[in-house]
């Protein structure tokens, strides 16, 4: 029997095979060239711009305007990508919105800022369609071993590479890109972006990437620091926090990032199973992006629910909105107190909450929320670190530019203290990361 969107249970193919082609679509497609010199155009090219000093990474984002208007995209490109070479995919999944552009001084005076993510990503689609931008140095030979192929590992592989350095990428999974390829919602990097995007980013040469190597279950991090002349850990956050609750074992409640994860790696995404009655649990944007996905592969009815009020989500406003005109309800002040059902979830029941004197507090009245599938996005932790790395506040403690407390070893990316949890943050831990170990082995 074909499902469809009010088939009961969590079953596949509520969907044609087109709708959801159609459904999964570029969030933001692309400028054309006279649309990218347009909005160019915009630019007032400021000294002392805010938006490079919002940017994570420091890209002269006036100067790649700049280049851009006057007809050099791979120009612009290069100058993106001198600062962040993950700078394609940055500017398909940044929170422009609450960086770069919220900062703009168009935003500031008219409420419309330029459009920099979709002129970043004009610029560094056109370049990348040509050769390499970058050569690699002669080799010094020096080896060092980097943990974790997401965009920290990847940043910093690509930088010490570029330097002469020969470098070993091991990652647990059987494709590098780490959240790029299996975390971040798929309308926002379509035509398999993240590989095409690690293909590239390898061409430097000097990269030997191996799959399918965990710390802690194929790699032993004494024996890589005995082997290396430095190594750097980008291991993410591998772990995910549990809601703890009655019901939570019950079939069909499920880990958002295991959920995106799937539907990332398939194909026409019509074999996705996703419930008619859709609750997600958490406030940030895998939550939304989880939401959202379940509303495109054809669920009936998607409600993300949050403990606290709108203002305190870590999703974005933009996020926020992006999900109700999705057609998915948030419900805010919500905090779960069990799943509901014989053995499958049936529902969700949620005490209301409130907030007073700085302190979240349940108000005595409660809800329930059917739900036929629970996805639960509230966190991620740190999981796997060997012994002798010094922790602060559950992840690995670093200074300066990643160094952590054991000798030759560096971190970054979201397994490192310090930082936002953001790809381009982890793309500049990762690159920082690297420029301090060349500094240190070439001495």
């Known amino acids: 029997m074909t499902s469809k969107p009010q088939t009961p249970g969590v079953v596949g193919g509520r969907l044609s095979r087109d709708q959801i082609a ?15 010199m347009v909005a160019a155009d915009r630019c007032y090219f400021c000294f002392d711009a805010p938006c490079v000093t919002a940017c994570p990474t420091s890209i002269d984002i006036p100067l790649f305007i700049r280049q851009i208007a006057t007809g050099t995209p791979e120009a612009a490109a290069q100058t993106i ?21 919220e900062a703009c001084v168009r935003e500031t005076a008219e409420g419309k800022p330029v459009k920099i993510g979709q002129l970043q990503r004009y610029a560094t689609d056109t370049a990348m369609s040509g050769a390499h931008p970058f050569s690699r140095a002669a080799s010094t030979g020096k080896r060092v071993a980097v ?7 990847l940043a910093c592989a690509h930088r010490l590479a570029m330097k002469g350095h020969d470098v070993d990428l091991f990652d647990a999974r059987p494709k590098a890109g780490g959240l790029n390829e299996y975390g971040i919602a798929a ?4 035509e398999e972006f993240a590989q095409a995007e690690v293909d590239w980013l390898l061409g430097i040469g000097g990269i030997t990437h191996h799959a399918g190597q965990a710390l802690g279950r194929d790699l032993e991090l004494e024996k890589l620091v005995a082997g290396y002349d430095a190594v750097f850990l980008g ?24 959920f995106i994860a799937g539907l990332r790696q398939s194909g026409d995404k019509t074999d996705v199973a996703v419930g008619r009655r859709v609750v997600v649990i958490g406030g940030g944007m895998t939550a939304v992006d989880a939401a959202v996905q379940s509303r495109l ?6 409600t993300i629910a949050y403990r606290r009020g709108k203002e305190a989500m870590s999703a974005s406003e933009f996020e926020q909105d992006l999900a109700t005109t999705k057609g998915v309800r948030i419900v805010y002040n919500a905090s779960p107190k069990r799943i509901l059902g014989n053995g499958a979830a049936e529902g969700v029941e949620f005490a209301y909450t409130e907030t007073s004197g700085g302190k979240l507090q349940e108000t005595g009245e409660t809800r329930v929320i059917e739900a036929d599938m629970v996805l639960c996005a509230i966190g991620q932790t740190l999981q796997g670190v060997p012994d002798g790395l010094t922790l602060d506040g559950g992840k690995i403690a670093v200074t300066g530019t990643g ?11 979201d397994c490192a203290s310090g930082g936002d949890d953001l790809t381009v943050t982890a793309v500049a831990e990762g690159r920082d990361a690297a420029e301090d170990i060349h500094g240190q082995i070439s001495a």
């Open 22 to 36: 159609d459904n999964f679509a570029d969030l933001h497609p692309p400028l054309d060239g006279h649309e990218a």
């Open 81 to 101: 990508f001198d600062q962040n070479i993950l700078g394609g995919m940055c500017a398909r999944v940044c929170p422009t919105e609450t960086l770069c552009e």
């Open 147 to 153: 943990v974790g192929a997401g965009p920290a590992g």
């Open 187 to 190: 309308y926002k990097t379509v």
């Open 235 to 258: 291991i993410g956050l591998a772990g995910v926090n549990t809601l703890g609750i009655d019901g939570a074992e019950k079939a069909n409640v499920a880990d958002a990032v295991e």
């Open 297 to 302: 592969l054809g669920a009936e009815d998607v």
């Open 403 to 413: 160094r952590t407390s054991l000798d030759g070893v560096w971190a970054g990316g």
